[in-house]
């Protein structure tokens, strides 16, 4: 039985991380809107030039992004996650 539950907590860690990655991306794109849309501008009409015409927009876009959508930011949503939900876990491994 103990696996079976500790499967279980590893499938839900899994499930939470992919909300948590998700909800950082989404809150990445809002945050660099602007660098999105001088991109989206360079690159309209444009096919494999687009690569060395827009290397610019493309690179302050990545570095935008980049702030909001790191390992450092992730774990720091994760510490979020289990301060808001400590007491829900306890509860349950106490019954």
């Known amino acids: 039985m103990g696996y079976v539950q500790e ?3 590893n499938h839900v860690k ?9 909800k950082m991306k989404q809150k990445a794109l809002k945050e660099c809107g602007q660098y ?6 360079c690159a309209s009409g444009k096919t ?20 909001f959508t ?7 949503m994760k510490k979020d996650y ?4 400590s007491g829900e876990g306890t509860a349950a491994n106490l019954a």
């Open 7 to 9: 499967a279980r907590e």
């Open 70 to 76: 790191n390992d450092a930011v992730l774990e720091e």
């Open 48 to 67: 494999i030039s687009v690569v060395w015409q827009c290397r610019k927009q493309a690179k302050e876009l990545n570095d935008c992004l980049h702030q």
């Open 14 to 22: 899994k499930k939470v991380e992919e909300a948590l990655r998700s």
């Open 36 to 41: 999105t849309s001088k991109y989206a501008q």
């Open 82 to 85: 289990m301060l808001q939900h």
